[in-house]
């Protein structure tokens, strides 16, 4: 896959919206619908699911931007609108059955099909086991987990009827391997979404129904910056949080929002349609050995 032109140590603002324009225009999405779960962002700027779902967009998808805040949602389709995609915002919790339903049901009687849905929600909790409170454990389970469960579990049955259709689980190279923060909720999390991406893409593949998951590892973005990762690594500010981090990368630098977007499509589209059950890892070569 081509880079963006920006670079892994650059922000992932909105300077980055033009950041792939000479990878517009493939239409790899042309035609289909794609629920990208978690197409909001956490704080200013561009998390994985915005970028996604401008990525999607501009491969000719329409694209049902969902995510628990709703005017982060809304942002997302209205950077869509002016580039002239297509998109609609919708509230949606991934730990309510009843939403979950709801908004799946509703997207299909809109548009007559569901092709592609990104699962890109995802919080976490730094702690071990030995100090992590009970509620984190299971709030991280069940945002991370129990939502892709049930997101998958509403969707597959619409694929199924339609004739196919491509899953894509946004999970975390934390779930093959340490990452120098104690983080157990959301290495446990990640772990048990890599195992369910495997199995539903197993249990589905004859009804071509393709499940595959993108690993990222260490990313810039708005969600990290927020998130008080500072204190975990000992750092006295963000800018020195964010040297750490590209100094564990073999590469030199932490990815963007635009990496995992690129993967992300790969996997939703049909130059991936031999492709299931899959972890592709996007993290600057740190699956192969922190530093």
Not at 71 to 97: C, K, M, P, Q, W
Request: some cysteine; hydrophobic content about 45%; aromatic content about 4%.
């Amino acid at each position: 896959m081509t880079e963006p032109r920006t670079t892994g140590s650059e922000p992932a603002g909105r300077g980055e919206l033009a950041g792939r324009d000479e990878l517009a225009g493939r239409d790899e999405l042309a035609g289909k619908v794609a629920l990208v779960v978690g197409a909001g962002c956490v704080g200013e700027g561009m998390g994985n699911g915005r970028a996604t779902a401008l990525t999607f967009a501009r491969e000719g998808a329409t694209v049902v931007c969902a995510d628990i805040d709703l005017a982060s949602a809304r942002e997302t389709v209205r950077l869509i609108r002016e580039e002239g995609g297509a998109a609609e915002a919708v509230e949606l919790d991934v730990t309510e059955e009843a939403q979950v339903r709801a908004v799946v049901g509703a997207v299909v009687d809109a548009h007559g099909h569901l092709d592609v849905l990104d699962n890109n929600v995802g919080i976490g909790a730094v702690g071990g086991v030995t100090d992590l409170d009970e509620a984190d454990w299971d709030r991280v389970l069940a945002v991370n987990l129990k939502g892709a469960f049930l997101t998958m579990k509403h969707v597959i049955p619409h694929m199924v009827e339609q004739g196919g259709g491509s899953i894509v689980n946004i999970s975390s190279v934390t779930g093959i391997r340490w990452s120098g923060v104690p983080y157990a909720s959301y290495y446990a999390s990640k772990a048990g979404l890599n195992h369910l991406t495997r199995m539903t893409a197993r249990e589905w593949a004859r009804r071509r129904v393709r499940v595959n998951a993108v690993l990222p590892g260490l990313m810039k973005t708005p969600m990290v910056a927020t998130a008080m990762l500072a204190d975990a690594y000992d750092s006295p500010d963000i800018e020195a949080m964010w040297a750490k981090r590209d100094a564990q990368v073999p590469m030199g630098h932490m990815g963007t929002p635009w990496d995992v977007a690129e993967a992300a499509l790969f996997l939703a589209g049909d130059r991936s349609k031999y492709v299931t059950g899959i972890e592709l890892v996007v993290d600057g070569g740190v699956a192969l050995g922190f530093a």
